[in-house]
């Protein structure tokens, strides 16, 4: 017996041992999982162990960031020593830093070391004057220690004289490289530790211990709650520098099995017994398979002729043909009746014979289904009849393989859609005639849905209007509501889906945004479609009224500006008769005295009023002119003009005055800021604003003169703020831009340069802001338009 038959024996013989197949199998697994779970052992436990480098590693920078900003508080304190070596607002300072670090208790500078400043006072005034060299032999080390290295040194935590436990930062502080003192903070100690997190460990994993080593004794102190006696664990730490600081982690439960591994050795005995079970029983079932094996091919010869009847009867055509050149091998009756062919002439053809010549050519779809990549695929095409007219045809492919995985045939079936095909192109030529028709109305036809108001249809025509194509209209449910113009979307929503809950057709105006950012002002004409009272579609048309929209506003700016010039050529007229009347009658009376007189010097002395008088007259003339020629300036000439330049040269202008006056004026507007502007008036507003600032100076402090520019509401705003004599607004603010207003008793002010400012800025479109208090400064904002 050779080993081919042996081996057949031997087959035969442990085919018919389920039972020791399976207790085979069962070793064979328990074998390889008990190998699977210790490692998997293994990396849980080295799991452990990195989480809990990363958990050390995590508190370690939480304790580095609450150091860091230690310092920085610390540092900030420190830089409140002026020349003496006294602190400046000392209170306002501690009150702010304590208030974005609420963890802090107290902070404190401490000349030469001991406690004299300290904030809050209230709750730590055990602590003043208290001297880090005497406390104690632990708190002279660490603040010689930190005094020496000339760097922060941290400390503790200590039982506070104030009470409580604490963390304390020291930096010590040099002015001319001589040793001044201390900065300190101290830290609450729980909400130092909150802070780092030791606080919070991973369930009960492993657990955080803080320590520190005290200075004058060497031995270290625990400060967490826990087991201290963790040194035969295998804990981590890490060490801090400028601290006497050690943080632990520890496990909870070294040495216990976790979990992790108890569940899955359980899982595989489990699964290796069910596993040798479940191959008794497909040993078992090996010689019933066998006999299915035999049911089934004789099922398949039935099925064979089932499928055969099937195929000469299908009311479909079907074919079986070549992968490679398509030949037809077979055809049903169907396919014959749809070609015009007999079956005897289709077995002498191909597909490709009956395709209409303007599809013809390399179809890479035959070549991914030979190749697998799809299972079949569908396509519609065009065949010719034998008759010559075109069949138009729905064609289905589907490889079919030999068992041994190669490719046998395709099969392929062909529906007839010819008729289908008349029928939708009547369809399709009616929607393009009707759409035509649609697309060359003046206005854009659409449809939507009346409860989401999501667009079924928009017409072409909102290219040219909106500049939207169709399909990005149609691409996005809400497209219409989210690009209706900011201050119209709500009411023109809301007036749209009450009309069409009330079954009103409406019609109304409104803005939008087109695709290029522009406005478009639009009538938008709803019809409500309803079926038993409920609407069910909305159809209606937008149309462009721009110009319109345009002409009126064109109408009402041109109304506005005769309302304005007649408030103003009234109120003009007002002070050319008060003023002209005031300096005639003064003249007129001087006249009068002259020929009264009743000496030479009392005869010059009345011609010298005289001349003072029609002087003022003379002046009252020029302001009254330069009033004109800005009220009836119509288009005054603008030029893109630098601000920043024309403030430095404003500056220059009334350098004298502000040496004078030991003035400071900051020019904080950046040098690329333009303003499309009248040279002559920017000049003369910014000359009226800054020497006003420098003229009004309060008597007890030096003028200063603060100039920004920002934007606001798409404006550029000039802010001019000066720590002067301030305004009464209260008292003066309607009257403030008055000709000949007055509110000072400076006998240079006439009232005039505010008037005219405020109209040339009117007369260029922008418009002028204050606020003022007495006796701390004044703030005008400029807005250019």
Known sequence: MNLKEKLAVFTGWLLGKPKVIGLCVFLFLLLLISLLVIQRYQIIKEGRRLEMANALNVVKQNVQLTLN???ATALTLALTLN?????????????????????????????????????PLKGNELALNLDLFKISEESRLMATKSKLSKAMYYAGPYELQQGGMGVIGRLPVYRDNKFWGFSAVVIKQDAFFNSIGVYKGKGNDFYFQFSKLDASTGKEEFFLEGDTNFFDRSYQYTLFPSTNWKLYIVPAHEGKIPFQSIYPLFFALGLALLSSLLVVQVVKK?????????????????????????FDQAAIGIALVTPAEGRFLKVNKKLSDILGYEESELLELGIQDITFPDQLGVDNNIKKISEGIIEEYRVQ??????EGHVKWCNLVE?????????????????????????AEKIVLDSQVRIESLINTIDGIVWEANPNTFEFTFISKKVEDILGYSVEEWLSCPTFWADHIYPEDKDWAVDYCAVSTRKNIQHDFEYRMIAKDGSVIWLRDIVNVISE??????????????????????ALKNSFDLVTEQNKRLLNFSYIVSHNLRSHTSNIQAITNLIGYANSEEERTELIEVLKTVSGLLNE??????????IQTSIDVIKEPLSLNNYINKTIDILNDQIVLKNASINNNVPIDIIVNYNPAYLESILLNFIFNAIRYSHPERNPVVELVSFIEDSQTVLQISDNGIGIDLEKHGEELYGLYKTFNKKPDSKGVGLFITKNQIDAMGGKVIVSSVVNQGTTFKIYFK
Do not use: C
């Open 381 to 386: 095409r065009k065949y010719v009849h034998k």
């Open 620 to 629: 009252t003339m020029l302001n009254l002119n330069k009033v004109v020629n």
């Open 286 to 310: 090996t010689t019933k398979l066998q006999t299915q094996v035999y049911n089934q091919k004789s099922e398949l010869i039935n099925t064979e002729t089932k499928f055969k009847t099937i």
């Open 532 to 553: 038993d009272g409920k609407p069910i579609l909305l159809r209606g048309i937008m149309i462009d009224v721009g110009e319109n929209k345009e002409a009126q506003d």
């Open 69 to 71: 900003n230690g310092y």
């Open 398 to 422: 589907t490889p079919l393989w030999n068992d041994d995985g190669t490719l046998s045939n395709h099969i392929v079936i062909i529906e007839d859609v010819t008729d289908r095909k008349a």
């Open 83 to 119: 020349e003496k070596g006294i602190p400046d607002d000392f209170e306002a300072v501690g009150a702010k830093l304590m208030e974005s670090n609420p963890d802090y208790q107290v902070l404190e500078l401490l000349p030469q070391g001991v406690i004299k400043y300290l904030y």
